[in-house]
């Protein structure tokens, strides 16, 4: 069973940094583009950020500059440096894996950040 478990999350002041983790398990995570999606409340999820197999990365827009993805195939695990954080990157954050030949997607239950102001 392919699981997808998410930490690091919490509470932070404007201007502070986190580090999220999603280890992944049940899969052969070396041929997977890993992404970081957020939810705010009362808002659509939106994509943060993405990493595909060869260590290729994408940002919103909104990130750029200040969030950095990486991966450790070794330890089937992908990392999200938030630094610079405002109030408005408060939401529940979400690992996401695509199988980059199947296409199959799979989905962590999340971690909360919330960023004072």
């Known amino acids: 069973q392919v699981q997808l478990v998410e930490s690091g999350g919490g509470l932070v002041q404007a201007g502070g940094s986190l580090r999220l983790s999603c280890a992944a398990s049940?899969?052969?995570?070396?041929?997977?583009?890993m992404g970081w999606y957020r939810q705010a409340p009362g808002k659509q999820r939106e994509l943060v950020a993405i990493?595909?197999?060869?260590?290729?990365?994408n940002y919103a827009d909104s990130v750029k500059g200040r969030f950095t993805i990486s991966r450790d195939n070794s330890k089937n695990t992908v990392y999200l440096q938030m630094n610079s954080l405002k109030p408005e990157d408060t939401g529940v954050y979400f690992c996401?894996?695509?199988?980059?030949?199947?296409?199959?997607?799979?989905w962590g239950q999340g971690t909360q950040v919330t960023v004072s102001s």
């Open positions: 996401n894996k695509i199988n980059e030949v199947t296409g199959r997607i799979a």
């Open positions: 049940g899969t052969t995570f070396s041929i997977h583009t």
């Open positions: 990493i595909t197999s060869g260590s290729a990365t």
